[in-house]
């Protein structure tokens, strides 16, 4: 029993301290110096301790003592207790979604056997879409409490967004569902070990309707109209500001994050390398003992993982500093018309093979 407890803390401690403590401050300075590069720029360059400016990494410790001081600013007729609670409540489901991504396999050390995975759930991909539902909660909270046309209007436009693309996004992965036979995403990341049936190559139209969908969820460019500066100033979190603003601010790269995580366990063949089996991988290790090979596989494997994250962490940033914002009767249509459509045809489809084959 205490070893299970040590187990369960060691490995929420490490997911935490991963997306709190690394990718969190750190994706504001890589999206600082991405966007920089692709227009030509510098970037981030000018803080510094003692002279050492480290590339620009002290301007994401700046910007947290920054926000961290400033006055917590709550406008006199808003709901406080609402104003307060918003961006909790986006906050939160970004980084508990993380709680069903599996990291890793399953290794065998010391007569134990290690999961990595901090909750083994049986309806894991539910989970993820549950808490992708509560998160809409803390935006239109935010947008409606704030008492501010801005705010509202924002709010408004991402209660539409989120929810409408919603339904495209659990669709899109109902066949891959249907050719795995599980919801685990344990159990699905296992399956990949075999590089032929990684997701991506058994649902390609899945995986482009569910990235996009995903992205949308986001609410980043080219869907970021519950922001859109340029036309409701920064849209629900107009009136935010200090502890509260930074909070929206890292619900938004830790969603990032999970998206990739869930991206690459669905789709990109979760911890494993292509056409290495966990077996040869042990092989490959054994002079190190079995434990020492079964410690070695699950470090490359939990690198190789991280890997592809970061991957399609970059992707996402890229079509962030690529494309322009769509309008909201675009998005809206893109949803309704294309997305919808195209992942019931999806479906339709891969039934029609399940049963025939």
Known sequence: MAADLIESVAKILFIFGVNVGVFAPILGWVERKQSAVMQDRIGANRADILGFTAIGLFHSLADAIKLLTKEDFVPDNASKFFHTLAPFISLVPAIAAFAIVPFGGRYELFGREIHLVIADLDVGILYVFALAGLATYGTVLAGWSSRSNWSLLGGLRASA?????????????????????????????????????????????????????????????????????????????????????????????????????????????????????????????????????????????????????????????????????????????????????LSLINLSITGLVVLLR
């Open 161 to 341: 967004q989120m929810l409408s693309y919603e339904v495209a996004m659990g669709l899109s992965i109902i066949g891959l569902i249907m050719v795995y036979g599980t919801l685990k995403l344990t159990e699905i990341g296992a399956i990949q070990e075999n590089f032929f049936r990684w997701g991506i190559f058994l649902q390609p139209v899945g995986f482009i309707i569910f990235m996009t969908c995903a992205i949308a969820e986001n609410k980043r460019i080219p869907f970021d109209i519950p922001e859109a500066e340029s036309e409701l100033v920064a849209g629900y979190f107009t009136e935010y500001s200090g502890m509260k603003f930074i909070m929206f601010w890292m619900a938004e790269f830790l969603e990032m994050v999970t998206i990739s995580a869930v991206v690459t366990t669905l789709f990109f063949g979760a911890w494993h390398i292509p056409f290495v089996t966990d077996a040869m991988l042990l092989s490959w290790f054994a002079p190190a003992g079995p434990n020492g090979a079964a410690a070695l596989a699950m470090l490359v494997n939990i690198a190789v993982f991280f890997a592809k994250v970061s991957f399609f962490i970059w992707l996402q940033m890229t079509i962030r500093w690529t494309l322009p914002r769509f309008r909201y009767d675009q998005v809206m249509r893109m949803c309704w018309k294309m997305l919808l459509p």
